[in-house]
Every structure is written in structure tokens, then in C-alpha cells.
């Protein structure tokens, strides 16, 4: 069997395995491991553990932990929170502010961190109340929240492209330098988006009203 068919081979039964449900991670290292041995025999086992050994030899991933554990400052400090609150505050008079001020707060956040999930969670959990009290569709809140905290595998500091640059043998510098623009050109877009909707649809994001704005101050 020639290394082509092999590879041809991996593609449809790693598709099929992700479309019936398997988790990604299992997946791949379960595929790697038997169409590895079908391609390379014994040497594949060689191969893995070199790739370990050089892995885990990259001083650059330290950093992960630590982007990691300033997340959970920021979070336990309620840093987001307040920072939400006066954005929130300071866009009362425009309709869409809560759209808005979650697509800053989280690129901010995503700059800090680059941790997806505590960013969906966190803008979740302080700002689904309030759009809710403040008649705000749910769907494209719900959708900002999602993008918005997905910003942070593109806006550097990224784990992902920490963790991206030592396998790729590209300079993690290089990858932040590459990533900055289009992540903000994401967040405007994104909230660009957000407004429009909101100019030619009202009801989508209303402003807020007068008692809402003395209940935050």
C-alpha cells in the first residue's frame, strides 16, 4: 500500500470519526498511531517519542501556564467586570451597548490571556443578565458572546499560537506579530456588524434606559 492510498485513507476515516462524534485529540492520536504503524512500522514509536522529548524541551511553552494563571487573576479580581460596567455606562446612549461593550471587553481580555473558554464563560456570565433585562435579542447576543471570546486564539497573546510556533518551527514572535491586525480587524467587524444590525433593527439592541443607567451608576 503506497504512502498516498495510506493518507487518503487516514482523511475519510478521521472525517467519519469527527462526524459520528469521537473527540478530535482521540482521534488524531489513535489514527497517527495505527496508520503511523502501517506507513513506518516499529519506527513509528521512535518517532513519537522524539517528537515528546523535543516538545517538551521548547522553553517557549512555559508561558502557557502563566497566560493561564493570569486569566485567573484577572477573572478573580473582577477586572472584566468593572471594565464592562463602565463601557456599558459610557455607551448607555447608543443602541447596541451591550454588543459593544462585550466585543471590547473580550478583545481587551483575549489581548491579556488568549483563553477561550474562560472568556466565553466569564462575558457570559456578567452580561447575559443584564441583556436580558434590557430586551435584548437573544440570538445575537448569544452570537457576540461566542465571537467574541473566540477572539482570543488570534489576538496575542494566543495559546494557540504558543503552542503552534515550536511544531511549526516558525518564531512565536513572528506568529503574534502576523495575528494582532486581523484579530482587531475581527473585533471591528464584529461590531460593525452588531451596529448595522442594530440601525436597521432597533429591537435587536435598544438603548438602555434611564433607570438601567442609574441602577449601574
Known sequence: MT???IGVIMIAFMLFSLFLGFPISFTLIFLGFVFGYLGF??????LVT????SVMMEQTLAAV????????????????ERLFQAIQLMLSRVRGALFLAVLFVSTIFAAATGIVGASVTIL?????????????DVKLAAGTITAGGTLGILIPPSIMLVVMGPVLEVPV???????IIPGIMMAALYAAYVMIRCWI???LGPVLPVEERADDM
Open 173 to 179: 514572535t513572528d506568529l503574534f506579530a502576523a495575528a
Open 3 to 5: 504512502p498516498e492510498i
Open 124 to 136: 457570559g456570565i456578567m452580561s447575559a443578565k443584564t441583556m436580558n433585562r434590557s430586551n435584548y
Open 41 to 46: 512500522g516499529n519506527l513509528v514509536f521512535y
Open 201 to 203: 433593527n432597533p429591537a
Open 65 to 80: 501556564p502563566l497566560f493561564i494563571f493570569m486569566g485567573i487573576l484577572m477573572e478573580q479580581a473582577g477586572l472584566m
Open 50 to 53: 522524539y517528537q515528546f522529548y
